[in-house]
T-cell receptor, first 111, second 113 residues
Framework: GQQLNQSPQSMFIQEGEDVSMNCTSSSIFNTWLWYKQEPGEGPVLLIALYKAGELTSNGRLTAQFGITRKDSFLNISASIPSDVGIYFCAGQRQAGTALIFGKGTTLSVSS | DAMVIQNPRYQVTQFGKPVTLSCSQTLNHNVMYWYQQKSSQAPKLLFHYYDKDFNNEADTPDNFQSRRPNTSFCFLDIRSPGLGDAAMYLC????????????FGPGTRLTVL
């Protein structure tokens, strides 16, 4: 089935550091979403991207829809302990089709 | 605040004993989804309702059923839970199928003894 390759699988960083993670596919997507999930909770939508090349920010988070439409990136600047969680990318290939999720990037932040 | 609510947050059932999980939403969204999420894995879509139209994923076992009696509520029925069905079950909504921003509830953690 269709897969999204999300990397890195996990990250261990110091408070204040910047973080980058990405999601790639062999197929074209028309929508990319980024979610954060904390332990025992449901995923929370962070950023939605709808156009190739689009760059969108949400506070310290910035996400980009790759020009090739086969990838997306999420950056977190000046990380803080509450950034800890699992970050999932999700993509939709065509309108009306199901979201496809990446396997997640687990972020740990030490203070 | 508009939201997606799941009850209960934790459910324990016995092997083979039917169980029902519930989801309600105050967003007035047309689409409601049920996902299964096992530890350290991505959410896996089981099925979704677009209004009253039920859409099952091809690999969802028959053991899983769903009901949507009205716009606000959706239920997940597991007819005969097995040990492998222990997981977090997530409900999500979206305004319609073409607008894919999905909003998730907090989930129900199911334990099967």
């Amino acid at each position: 089935g269709q897969q999204l390759n999300q990397s890195p699988q996990s990250m261990f960083i110091q408070e204040g550091e910047d973080v980058s993670m990405n999601c790639t596919s062999s197929s074209i997507f028309n929508t990319w979403l980024w979610y954060k999930q904390e332990p025992g909770e449901g995923p929370v939508l962070l950023i939605a991207l709808y156009k190739a090349g689009e760059l969108t920010s949400n506070g310290r988070l910035t996400a980009q829809f790759g020009i090739t439409r086969k990838d997306s990136f999420l950056n977190i600047s000046a990380s803080i302990p509450s950034d800890v969680g699992i970050y999932f990318c999700a993509g939709q290939r065509q309108a009306g089709t199901a979201l496809i999720f990446g396997k997640g990037t687990t972020l740990s932040v030490s203070s | 605040d508009a939201m997606v609510i799941q009850n209960p947050r934790y459910q324990v059932t016995q092997f083979g004993k039917p169980v029902t999980l519930s989801c309600s939403q105050t967003l007035n969204h047309n689409v409601m989804y049920w996902y299964q999420q096992k530890s350290s894995q991505a959410p896996k879509l089981l099925f979704h309702y677009y209004d009253k139209d039920f859409n099952n994923e091809a690999d969802t076992p028959d053991n899983f059923q769903s009901r949507r009696p009205n716009t606000s509520f959706c239920f997940l029925d597991i007819r005969s839970p097995g040990l492998g069905d222990a997981a977090m079950y997530l409900c999500a909504t979206s305004r319609d199928r073409s607008l894919i921003e999905q909003f998730f509830g907090p989930g129900t953690r199911l334990t099967v003894l």
